[in-house]
């Protein structure tokens, strides 16, 4: 390894070492000492990491450690998406985490290693490395989700999740298994150089159906979605906010390279696949979100049908289908993160508020927390001058261009669907408090600067994706065209960026 290579993996480097860092400092303290400025110098250090994603602008696309790792606009579009979850993370746990709440420093680090391997996913050309990236980041999100150990919902949702998680990662493996015995390799572009001619080529469309299970589990896609309410139910919200949108991102920007860059001579299989895939998810998602009175089994139900939103770009083939569901990850990311930040805040550490009831009349207790939830829910359902509008706009166009205009009809009602529940939380939010004979609500915690910060974040990428979502496109258009799809393995129909609309 050279001093260049190390370049090409600075975000993750710094990540690293930032972990070690919390350990070190951790296991040095002596018992009983606050571990809450730990949490600050994993923010920091995730900020550095932000940092040095943007500074990776400066270099000339390409690979390093013998073609395993690849820094290009794509990579940094996804790896900023990333430490910039991670870091809202953290500000939120910051003033939520209870001071003698244990293995605090563990907790932080956690946090860090986790989006290390979420960021080495997405910059990923080789297979073996993919597979130990998403080791990295799921045994991560593994522990975190039982954090709340004195709950039986924790150690229940860590169970459920390591068990399936265990199983999903066993079919992708399988998959890399397979397509290594049809081309004899593991690189991405040497594969899609020799799958089309490759004599097993049974063995390749084997080797494509169990991976996309194994991606498609992680993000919670309809019929892989089973492990999804229970863990995000019983982890702590400030880790279902991570859990919800990182692992997701760094997932559906494998899935990105997977299809379009490794294997898009099997678009024919693929694009009906992820068709039926979305409409499943979309469906299955919002129906089941509708009989929900728990708030986070809620959002959990939503989370897939938002993952099916993010599939129907898929339908649109070429740039224009990378560009807008690079798109949507970061407004999804924005508006979703928000909204577990607000559920972090009313319900505490404890989440005594955790039915859709018990945040009746939160607009008149705490103004600020009831608007930004209204917002938040306004922008999930996809209103105008929010970001789930535009992500929603550019993932149908991409759908309706790439020809799957019944998938992007589905997508419409499906969202009008979604709105049933969403405004029925928001209504809820905004009724007036319950009279003094009603039971007690529980005091709402202090808001910190994190929290604040970590709020004022959220809400203004989703204000700004919704009214000035120009950059962001500008930046997913150049993500979309930094994938290298091989000529002539696409069909005709791709659309140039040129002809996407732009507000």
């Known amino acids: 390894m050279n001093a260049h290579d190390s370049l090409r993996i600075l975000p993750e480097i710094v990540l690293t070492l930032t972990g070690i860092l919390v350990m070190l400092i951790d296991a040095s303290l002596p018992a009983g000492t606050a571990r809450r400025p730990l949490g600050w110098v994993a923010g920091f250090g995730t900020i550095a990491a932000l ?29 900023v998406l990333i430490c910039g979850i991670v870091l809202v993370a953290l500000l939120l746990s910051l003033d939520t985490l209870p001071e003698d709440s244990h293995h605090q420093g563990e907790y932080y680090a956690l946090m860090v290693f986790g989006g290390v391997g979420m960021c080495l996913l997405t910059s990923a050309v080789e297979l073996l490395l993919v597979f130990i990236a998403l080791e990295i980041s799921s045994i991560s999100t593994y522990i975190l989700a039982g954090y709340r150990k004195q709950t039986g919902q924790g150690p229940e949702a860590a169970i459920k999740y390591f068990l399936l998680g265990s199983f999903a990662t066993a079919f992708l493996l399988y998959g890399i298994a397979m397509v290594f015995g049809a081309t004899g390799t593991t690189k991405i572009s040497e594969i899609a150089r020799l799958a089309p001619g490759a004599q097993n080529h049974s063995f390749v469309v084997m080797a494509l159906i169990l991976m996309m299970i194994g991606m498609l589990f992680k993000v919670s896609a309809a019929p892989f979605h089973v492990w999804t309410p229970d863990v995000y139910e019983g982890a702590p919200s400030p880790v279902v906010a991570l859990l919800s949108t990182a692992p997701k991102v760094g997932v559906f920007a494998l899935l990105l390279r997977i299809t379009y860059e490794m294997l898009p001579s099997l678009h024919h299989i693929w694009q009906p696949l992820l068709w039926v895939i979305a409409v499943a998810s979309m469906t299955i998602g919002n ?76 607009i008149y207790r705490s103004p600020m927390l009831g608007i930004l939830l209204i917002f938040f829910l306004v922008s999930l359902v996809g209103i ?73 974040f959220t809400a203004g990428s989703t204000l700004w994706l919704g009214i000035a979502p120009g950059r962001m496109l500008k930046a997913a258009d150049v993500a979309a065209h930094t994938l290298q799809i091989p000529s002539g393995d696409m069909s005709p129909s791709d659309i140039t960026p040129s002809q996407q609309p732009h507000p």
Not at 67 to 77: C, D, L, M
């Open 287 to 362: 129906l089941a979100a509708l009989r929900q009175q728990n708030v986070k089994r809620m959002l959990a139900y939503s989370s897939i049908a938002h993952a099916g939103y993010l599939l129907a770009a898929f339908a649109g083939l070429g740039s224009t289908g990378i560009a807008a569901a690079a798109f949507y990850t970061a407004a999804y990311a924005a508006m979703n993160v928000g909204v577990f930040a607000v559920v972090t805040l009313a319900g505490g550490y404890e989440e005594e508020l955790s039915m859709v009831r018990d945040y009746r009349g939160l």
């Open 384 to 456: 105008p001058f929010t970001s789930g509008f535009f992500g929603k706009f550019y993932a149908f166009t991409a759908a309706v261009q790439g020809g799957a205009v019944i998938l992007a009809l589905i997508g419409l009602l499906n969202s009008g669907v979604s709105a049933a529940y969403y405004l029925r939380l928001a209504f809820t939010a905004a009724q007036r408090p319950y009279d003094s004979d009603q039971p007690a609500r529980v005091a709402l915690p202090q808001v910190g600067a994190a929290v604040i910060a970590a709020l004022a």
């Open 51 to 79: 940092w040095a994603s943007l500074w990776q602008l400066n270099l000339p696309t390409g690979t390093s450690f013998f073609g395993a790792v690849e820094t290009s606009p794509f990579t940094v579009f996804f790896h």
